[in-house]
Each structure stands twice: as structure tokens, then as C-alpha cells.
């Protein structure tokens, strides 16, 4: 078994045009975090979020319009990590984002 252990998300360059993002980290299907973050901020964990896995897991960075009901998500990027995955942070942009999730694999 490993662990996975994110560390912080940073908003290089936010996805919304208007006001802040609302990212959040969902780890193998299941949300595990939503904040707000503009451009420039950093959420850092702490304690780190950890989820123990064998083989692979599967890391998606989603961003939410909307509210309540109404939430609409856009999937900003996967990402897929084994027990080899050192290459922090990881990246997930496009030409509109860019975050940049540090972890480790333990
Ligand atoms: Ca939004």
C-alpha cells in the first residue's frame, strides 16, 4: 500500500473570468476538498489530505459554477498517481487555468 498525500493546490491562473474559482479535488470519484481561490492563492492542507491506495489513483481537479442544485462542474484535468509518482507539483492547465497540486507519495 501507499499513501497520497497532497500538500497544497495553487491558482497560477483561475478558470473563471469573474471573481474567484471554486476548485475542488475529488480522489477516485469522491469529492475530498472545495474552496475558493483567485489568482495568486494557495490553499495548503494541513494536515495533509491522505488517501491510502495500492496500484493507482486517480487525482481530478473540478471547477463549480453555480450553487446548491444548480452546482455545474467542469473537470479541469486528471491526473493518475502510483507508487513511482514524484514529480511534484502536477500540473493541470489548459489555455484558460493553471493550478499546480504538490503531493507525495509515501
Ligand atoms: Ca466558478
Redo the contacts with the bound molecule.
Keep these: 500500500m501507499s499513501t497520497l498525500e497532497l500538500n497544497e493546490l495553487a491558482c497560477e491562473r483561475k478558470?473563471?473570468l469573474t471573481?474567484?474559482?471554486?476548485p475542488e479535488i475529488w480522489i477516485d470519484g469522491a469529492q475530498v476538498w472545495a474552496g475558493s481561490l483567485g489568482k495568486g492563492d494557495s490553499a495548503v492542507f494541513s494536515p495533509p489530505i491522505k488517501r491510502s491506495f495500492s496500484g493507482q489513483i486517480v487525482v481530478e481537479l473540478k471547477?463549480?459554477?453555480g450553487s446548491g442544485g444548480n452546482a455545474n462542474r467542469k473537470l479541469l484535468g486528471q491526473q493518475t498517481f502510483s507508487a513511482r509518482s514524484s514529480a511534484s507539483p502536477a500540473s493541470f492547465s489548459a489555455s484558460g487555468y493553471r493550478y499546480k497540486l504538490h503531493f507525495r507519495v509515501v
Excluded at 19 to 22: Q, W
Design positions: 478558470q473563471d471573481g474567484n474559482d471554486e471547477e463549480r459554477d
